[in-house]
């Protein structure tokens, strides 16, 4: 079992840059995936990001690309995601959550979630 805290939302300006981290419990984070997700009003909760067990391996949605860092810190049992030139369509609230599998895009195959954090960019 793992319990997530995120953190680090807020209200922003199109252009600026957040930092979310996602604090985990437990001594089996190492062994999880981390992906990020987010959900708007109205819409369904979306892949955004994920990392694999070691961090050696990201992966992204194509509309972060190149925006959107994430990474992990499995000594610090914590997992980042680094957002730059942030836009509207980025506002959602965002999710960590923790993969005890192998797949990585599709949120009903994570275990274990974070309560979320809201971001909000002002165009």
């Known amino acids: 079992q793992v319990q997530l805290v995120e953190s680090g939302g807020g209200l922003v300006q199109a252009g600026d840059s957040l930092r979310l981290s996602c604090a985990a419990s437990g001594r089996t984070f190492s ?8 959900q708007a ?14 961090g050696f391996r ?13 990474s992990r810190d499995n000594a610090k049992n914590t997992v980042y995601l680094q957002m730059n030139g942030l836009k509207p369509e980025d506002t959602a ?13 599709t949120y009903r ?13 002002s165009s």
């Open 109 to 121: 195959d994570y275990d274990h979630w974070g309560q979320g954090t809201q971001v909000t960019v």
């Open 93 to 105: 609230v965002y999710y960590c959550a923790a993969n005890g599998g192998s797949a990585l895009y």
């Open 58 to 70: 990201t992966y992204y949605t194509e509309s972060v690309k190149g925006r959107f860092t994430v």
């Open 41 to 54: 009003p109205g819409k369904e909760r979306e892949f955004v990001s994920a990392t694999t067990r070691g």
């Open 31 to 38: 062994s999880y995936i981390m992906g990020w997700f987010r």
